[in-house]
């Protein structure tokens, strides 16, 4: 997945991270990726934030010392780090993060309600969220989704699946119990996105 992420996907992660500020209009403060993997959307969200600290999240440890690797690389260990943790219970205090990003990981999610009343839990009041999947923009999708294929015929996307087959309405329900109504869905070209609003 790192030389996928720096090759293939490389082109994804400035556009999305340029959509998750423009949609939540935060730039600064503590951000979170959850299931960084190679911590490539972290990287390009404290490029295009100078003001942001960021924790690069995942499960894995394997995925924590890649994304350390990745950082140390980048020269960007003041303000961007990697920790190992599980988003169904995180090791953050209450109203402690910002923003909370994610590419890609919550169709791996094992409790998707559990996983966002924590990601609730810990975000700031005025805080937000951008997660989901997608690949920014159409152009993007389908240039991807042609380099995949071509390495690997039996690629699918979850994100494209989701948007297409996932249940939307239940989705709507869960969202409008854990956070009384403050969340929007996009589900448009650039994917499918989560956005949390806390109040402040």
Known sequence: ?????KTVFAPVYP???RDAV?????KSGLGLELGCGPA???LAMARENPDMEIIAMDFS???RYIADMNIASEG????LY??????HSLALDDGCVDLVFSRGSMFFWKDLKRA?????RVLSPGGATCIGGGFGNRALEEEITEKMLMLNPQWSCHARRFQEHGDIKGLERMLEEITCGSFRIFNDESGIWIVLFKPC
């Open 76 to 79: 960007l260990e003041d303000r």
């Open 1 to 5: 997945m790192n030389e996928l992420a």
């Open 15 to 17: 556009v999305i991270s």
């Open 61 to 63: 440890d394997v995925s």
């Open 22 to 26: 423009s949609i939540t209009g935060i």
């Open 40 to 42: 490539m959307f972290s």
């Open 82 to 87: 990697a920790m190992t943790d599980d988003v």
């Open 116 to 120: 966002f009343s924590e990601i609730y």
